[in-house]
């Protein structure tokens, strides 16, 4: 077998004074299997199994070149498969997709048969899915909007349009799951990975608070949050940090659980002279820490987990290390996020 880098390189001339079949060797650096094959076919070698040892193209490749040498033209393109839906059955296909979410593909199939269109099968229908760019993905959960709730959310919208966001301090509570069944990994068509987990894998509650001028050290909570813990946080991270930041004061937004707008808490909150702001029920797309929360799970999500002390540990190293220009950027959304809400009468928005 000839080595791959060859001095030849072949060009073929369509003159009236030469042959069709004159060819020309210049030398340059390498040929291709291909290139050394055809030439080799020029040479008067005619065996497709030899061309095959000789260049190391396979046979299928030496039989085509040799058709292409006999005819002077390369063989024609195969067409493919003809479409099973008229262009009328496939906009049809769509706008069932579009309408009925929650149909599979089988029953999509059956929906457009139905209607009078072609019965096909359920790969057919995933085929034109694919094609039309509609695919399946799964729903982004939101809080439930009653009329009362788009409401107040409209309302509050409304009323700080004009709010100063730089003075305001973004607190919540999250909750860090140790075992995450969200995670996705790659595996064999057929096959599907096993996942051992307890039947009460730990989870780890924290709670922080963000502003344009920085972060509150994060809170890591050990069992359920109540009034008296709720403000033994506030005690230990909120005020050591943010009365440095804000030596002229500032305004704490929190969410409206129980623990925070119990009797006790709102008379922690007078005792220390610590403004709140109102917040509407069911806005988490409102609230930028929201969106840190999900920075720090996903980060955590592919990493091996150690055991729970270390784990603690890393989430804890994740939020010092969030950058102020990625804080201060969700803090400067929030016109964005209030003139969304605006736009969709208080409903939900793409936060």
Request: proline content about 7%; charged content about 25%; aromatic content about 8%.
């Amino acid at each position: 077998m000839l080595p791959f880098k060859m001095i030849y390189h072949v060009y073929y001339l369509n003159t009236t004074t030469r042959p069709r079949d004159t060819i020309f060797m210049t030398r340059t650096t390498m040929m291709s299997p291909s290139d050394h094959c055809l030439l080799l076919i020029h040479k008067g070698i005619k065996k497709a199994r030899t061309l095959s040892n000789m260049t190391g193209v396979s046979i299928a490749t030496a039989h085509r070149h040799l058709r292409v040498a006999k005819n002077g033209k390369p063989p024609p393109k195969k067409k493919g498969r003809k479409f099973c839906l008229t262009s009328a059955e496939k906009t049809r296909l769509k706008r069932y997709a579009l309408k009925y979410s929650g149909y599979s593909n089988a029953q999509l199939a059956k929906k457009l048969e139905e209607s009078g269109g072609r019965k096909v099968s359920v790969r057919t229908i995933g085929r034109y899915l694919t094609d039309m760019s509609v695919k399946r993905v799964k729903p982004r959960p939101v809080p439930l909007l009653t009329e009362r709730h788009r409401q107040k959310r409209l309302a509050w919208c409304l009323q700080n349009q004009d709010t100063d966001w730089e003075k305001i301090v973004f607190s919540d509570e999250s909750c860090f799951q140790y075992v995450s069944n969200t995670s996705r990994v790659l595996c064999r068509v057929g096959e599907r990975p096993l996942a051992p987990r307890t039947s009460h894998p730990p989870k780890i509650m924290v709670w922080g608070g963000i502003s344009a001028r920085g972060v509150t050290p994060l809170a890591v909570i050990q069992g359920s949050v109540d009034s008296d813990k709720y403000q033994e946080i506030l005690n230990g991270y909120l005020f050591p940090t943010m009365d440095v930041l804000y030596p002229e004061g500032y305004t704490l937004q929190q969410d409206n659980a129980r623990p925070h707008v119990s009797l006790s808490s709102k008379k922690f909150f007078e005792d220390h002279g610590l403004k709140v702001m109102d917040w509407p029920a069911n806005s988490p797309d409102l609230n930028p820490i929201e969106n840190l929360w999900g920075i720090l799970k996903r980060k955590m999500a592919p990493l091996k987990k150690p055991p729970v002390a270390e784990w603690k540990v890393m989430i804890n190293e994740m939020w010092s290390s969030l950058s102020h220009d990625t804080v201060s950027g969700f803090i400067e959304s929030m016109p964005r996020r209030i003139q969304s809400c605006i736009e969709a009468g208080g409903g939900h928005t793409k936060y």
